[in-house]
């Protein structure tokens, strides 16, 4: 398929005189010949080679771009499936939004692939990255932090001036392209802005502020690229820039579908933390005395503010990070009632005066008009959470250095189902002629991929399941020890780290140990440490001791300049996303059979929702989340067509109990091995690999 012979649809282009008009192609068919030995696509990636499942993909996304509606596609690893989306929504001419989960899939998709695409297709389209605004430098506060005498400290400072420097030369604000910035600086709070602290068109530097210059990009583009987070921040509160953007745009795709849930609830219901209270006394102290030192006590009103905050957090004593506290009655569980409304009421007495010691000087700064604004909300929010929940909805409190009051709908089902597919409103023409494609590598373990259409209120749309054109019998085997302590036993963790102490020695590392629990992560860990430390035979990487990033770079390179091979020991964001393709990464080791924790609050209303309806909260909830879970583990294994590798399961119910055929169904179908002796063949096929 050349350029000159090509007319797609939304192209506006006329044949050029002497050249006959080529018929219009439908935009599957267009489609399918992008995929074609010699297509365009072999223009764009040296390494293209036709799949069957990748062509597949992309004629149902040409045809649901076509015909509008939903569509659902599951796309095994390997697929190819950005390429399956990107064509024909390029080649449709028609305005696109793509949403992803992580920024780190943001900028390959905007840095990379969609430039590589559109230059191969000879499409002159204009594109656009926008991100939350904590993606971005905030010139006021960065020059508002240099009179902030709550910095942190003098490496803080150095950071600071980095930044100072990095700021005079970038175009986009875009703190991503500063080298150096670790994504957990102390640094990030003092010079970016949120909703809270915002100043809007009020701001010093509106003419030059970067969120707004992304915005109007974004408003000017063909096809934006953003992220989960945002799009549901978004729609929760309105406010412009994807408000303004979205009804402009009539196809929308989103990556990653599998975290849209759990994203989703995160912004469709209400919260309040501790830590929005102290940065507001911080914000509030800081403007009080560059701007009206000495009007107003605001040391006094600061530090009221910050210790009510403080007051409140102890209310709920000592608890581990990540704690999610029960909060069916008036106060959340093991809370005094009286303790907890006294705490609360002296928050709310604090920012009542905080505001009226604001709106006494709100004319001398547009800060201090915002920070009022801040109390007023941080009021009502708090108010908020001393009436009933809504109806529907689960209230928790997250408890670890700060406190998070949350209520939360249990899913999205209802918000996609109003809000974006418009369901029930006729007279919204537009509504049914959008397009909405779901794509992700992990989408449930049935046929109607119902882990992910039922809480996404996607039960209507049409689902397709791509299946991975990799050889998993003969790239991938797997192992489930059958003499091993049961998952509850105390020996459990340190059989694990054992296992993978003996394992990664003979495989020179190239070994990634997956937790279900952060406890379980600390006694690997530190097991494996304390068994190496000093020692130049293994270098064990833990997730927690190096940004995630880092950690990665570092065992991407494993045996590498005279360095030791890995292991990793990690949990959470790392049983996805993560991408080790090659030698790097040969053996995976989970630990526990990855069931959703049974006293977290909203797993628990969940559960109980389900068996309301007569339904099975095992069968139907924990069994799901399990499986897809176990999926996105093993998926960490096989990258790439010429990987080989062993994935091992360290629960033995995964053979023992009636339920593990589901999982293992849900597993790739990778070659079993059946006992220990097996387990060593294969270890010892693998360690001779050349390398």
Request: hydrophobic residues 40%; negative net charge.
């Amino acid at each position: 398929m050349t350029d000159s012979a090509v007319a797609w649809p939304g192209s506006h282009a006329e044949p050029g005189e002497g050249v006959p008009a080529v018929p219009m192609q439908s935009l599957s068919e267009l489609a399918r010949n992008a995929f074609v030995p010699g297509g365009v696509l072999s223009r764009a990636a040296e390494a293209f080679r036709p799949r069957g499942g990748q062509t597949e993909m992309a004629i149902a996304v040409a045809r649901t771009i076509e015909q509008g509606g939903a569509l659902v596609v599951e796309a095994g690893t390997g697929v190819g499936k950005t390429f399956s989306y990107l064509v024909p929504a390029l080649l449709s001419g028609e305005r696109v939004l793509i949403s992803t989960a992580t920024k780190t899939l943001q900028d390959q998709l905007f840095g990379r692939d969609l430039p590589r695409l559109a230059e191969a297709l000879g499409l002159p389209v204009r594109m656009a990255l926008l991100k939350g605004r904590g993606s971005y430098l905030c010139l006021h506060r960065m020059e508002l932090a240099r009179q902030d005498g709550s910095f942190p400290d003098r490496s803080a400072l150095r950071t600071l001036a980095k930044v100072e420097e990095w700021a005079q030369a970038t175009r986009t604000g875009d703190l991503a392209e500063m080298t150096g910035l670790d994504e957990r600086s102390p640094v990030l709070p003092y010079i970016t802005s949120t909703r809270d602290n915002c100043l809007g068109s009020d701001c010093p530097k509106f003419r030059q502020c970067h969120v707004n210059a992304a915005r109007r990009e974004a408003l000017a583009a063909e096809v934006v690229v953003i992220n989960h987070h945002l799009f549901f921040a978004d729609l929760a509160v309105r406010e412009s820039g994807m408000a303004e953007l979205l009804p402009t745009v009539r196809v929308v795709i989103f990556d990653e579908a599998h975290q849209l849930n759990e994203t989703g609830v995160q912004f469709l219901g209400r919260q309040v933390g501790t830590g929005q209270v102290l940065d507001f006394a911080r914000d509030m102290l800081g403007a009080g005395l560059q701007f009206a030192r000495g009007l107003v006590d605001w040391q006094l009103l600061a530090g009221a503010t910050e210790r009510a905050a403080r007051d409140l957090r102890l209310t709920m004593g000592r608890l581990p990070p990540g704690s999610r506290v029960r909060w069916s009655d008036v106060a959340p569980e093991g809370v005094h009632e009286e303790t907890w409304n006294d705490a609360l009421a002296q928050l709310a007495a604090a920012l009542e005066q905080a505001a009226e010691g604001l709106g006494t000087v709100s004319e001398m700064a547009p800060d201090f008009v915002r920070l009022h604004e801040r109390a007023l909300t941080l009021h009502r929010s708090l108010h908020a959470f001393t009436r009933e929940p809504a109806e529907g909805a689960v209230r928790w409190v997250d408890a670890g250095n700060q406190l998070r009051l949350v209520e939360s709908p249990l899913d999205i089902a209802q918000a996609v189902q109003q809000k974006l597919l418009k369901q029930g409103e006729d007279h919204d023409a537009e509504a049914n002629r959008r397009s909405w494609i779901f794509t992700s590598a992990t989408l449930g373990d049935d046929a109607r991929l119902s882990w992910f259409t039922e809480p996404c209120g996607l039960e209507e749309a049409e689902v397709l399941r791509v299946a991975s054109p990799f050889d998993y019998p003969s790239q991938a085997s797997l192992y489930v020890p059958r003499r091993f302590p049961r998952p509850n036993e105390a020996g459990h963790s340190g059989a694990v780290a054992a296992l993978a102490e003996r394992a990664a020695q003979r495989l020179g590392g190239r070994t990634m140990v997956l937790t279900t629990t952060l406890r379980a992560l600390r006694a690997i860990g530190e097991q494996l440490q304390e068994r190496f430390a000093g020692s130049l035979e293994l270098e064990i990487l833990v997730q927690g001791q190096w940004p995630k990033r880092r950690l990665i770079e570092r065992f991407r390179e494993g045996a590498s300049d005279g360095r030791p091979g890995c292991v990793l020991v990690a949990s959470a964001s790392f049983w996805e996303g993560v991408d080790v393709p090659g030698e790097a990464l040969e053996m995976v080791i989970i630990d526990k059979l990855p069931f959703p924790p049974p006293g977290d609050p909203l797993v628990e209303a969940r559960s109980q929702r389900l068996e309301a309806q007569g339904r099975s909260s095992f069968n139907d909830y924990s069994i799901p989340e399990a499986a897809v879970a176990l999926k996105q583990g093993a998926g960490r294994l096989i990258r790439r067509e010429t990987d080989r590798g062993l994935l091992v399961v360290c629960d033995t119910r995964l053979v023992s109990m009636g339920y593990g055929r589901r999982l293992l169904g849900a597993l790739p179908p990778m070659r079993r091995l059946n006992d220990e002796a097996e387990f060593e063949q294969a270890l010892e096929e693998l360690a001779a690999r050349p390398q």
